[in-house]
């Protein structure tokens, strides 16, 4: 017969079990509201251990944090390859499954967590994955400069994307796969307004159109944008 031999974790693999349990706990319950007493009971081991590997609360809160940003970036990773509305739906898919997943953590990580101190190192680390973000739709639009217009139109979207994700966690009253649907929509109907103003918009939204299928919703809805837009025919002359 053979006795289990518990194997002793070594510095590094202690530190990221920690943290895996800290982001955790904060993913299910306000920050706030979590104890080192609570991290150490779910990590099987004393308080004063816990503090061994992390000074305070603070530290161990900005390492999950990190972890959670590093996690978010990774989603956002998508082959440049097929329709662009169907690598979009992916992405935002992945994003969702993290959302649900993590949904109190994901709103402590957007509000920044201020009764614990950390406003700072979350601002940080949100502006890093929102720069992420802005640079894969920059690098699957196939654009090398953006210009203000266009920035402003794929900033704007990211946003949108975000709080449409802090609204849908209160409640969940609309189905996940209509909300993905309409932020895909979204992104094409500000790219059509922008390419109204911008002529090189313009040029990105034509890229768009001419990879998607032309019986697929996203052409439907710029084709109905487009005549929406248009001036009404002039009246005969009498």
């Given amino acids: 017969m053979t006795t289990g031999v518990r194997r002793r974790m070594s510095v ?28 150490a009971v779910a990590a099987g081991i004393s308080r004063p251990l816990v503090y061994h590997y992390f000074t305070c609360k603070k530290s161990l809160y900005e390492a999950a944090l990190r972890r959670a940003a590093d996690e978010l970036v990774t989603l956002l990773a998508e082959p440049p390859e097929g329709p662009p509305a169907a690598r979009l739906s992916r992405v935002l898919r992945r994003f969702f499954d993290f959302v649900e997943a993590h949904g109190t953590g994901y709103a402590a990580l957007l509000r920044g967590g201020p009764a614990m101190g950390g406003a700072g190192a979350a601002v940080a680390l949100i502006d890093e994955v929102r720069r ?84 697929g919703p996203v052409t439907a809805l710029a084709g109905r944008l487009s005549r929406a837009g248009r001036p009404p025919p002039s009246c005969p002359a009498r």
């Avoid at 590094?12 to 991290?39: C, G, K, M, N, Y």
């Fill in 132 to 215: 992420a973000a802005y640079g894969r739709l920059v690098e699957h639009l196939g654009v090398g400069e953006p210009t203000p217009r266009l920035e402003l139109t794929l900033r704007s979207w990211i946003s949108l994307v975000e709080t449409t994700a802090l609204l849908w966690l209160d409640g969940r009253r609309i189905p996940r796969v209509e909300l993905e649907t309409q932020l895909v929509l979204a992104f094409t109907a500000l790219l059509a307004v922008s390419a109204a103003y911008d002529e090189d918009t313009a040029a990105v939204l034509a890229r768009v159109l001419a990879d998607e299928p032309a019986t």
């Fill in 12 to 39: 590094e693999e202690r530190r990221e079990q920690l943290i895996a349990v800290a982001l955790d706990l904060f993913s299910h319950r306000p920050p706030d509201t979590v104890s080192i007493d609570d991290i």
